[in-house]
């Protein structure tokens, strides 16, 4: 099964190069961890029209490892620094339905 776990918040940076900057070290340092896990990717989107707003997918193979993985204090506290406030973080499962 797959799994895609989703990120959402407004990022603390609102100059939006120092908010990458910010998200790719993250990426950085959380990829060598995640993906021997089973992370098999990752992407940030930001809203069209209030690029503060962000939104991250990553994909996963094992739902144990996104709980193992999101659960580990230090993954909330690479991610944490990133955001206003928490981010809201949930986790979708591959429904195998007709797609194009």
Same mark, same amino acid.
């Given at each position: 099964m797959k799994y895609? $776990?989703? $990120? *959402?918040? *407004?990022?603390k940076h609102r100059n939006e190069q120092e908010a *990458? @900057?910010?998200h790719d070290a993250v990426v950085d340092k959380l990829s060598p961890i995640g993906r021997?896990?089973?992370?098999?990717?990752?992407r940030a989107y930001l809203n069209a029209q209030d *690029?503060?707003?962000f939104m @991250?997918? #990553?994909?996963? #193979?094992?739902?144990e490892a996104i709980q193992k993985f999101m659960s580990d204090p230090q993954? @909330?506290?690479?991610i944490g620094p990133l955001f206003e406030e928490p981010p809201e973080?949930? $986790?979708w499962v591959e429904a195998d339905w007709k797609g194009y």
């Open positions: 895609v $776990v989703t $990120v *959402r918040g *407004r990022l *990458r @900057a910010a021997p896990m089973g992370s098999t990717g990752h *690029r503060s707003q @991250a997918t #990553d994909y996963w #193979d094992s739902l993954t @909330a506290a690479e973080v949930t $986790v």
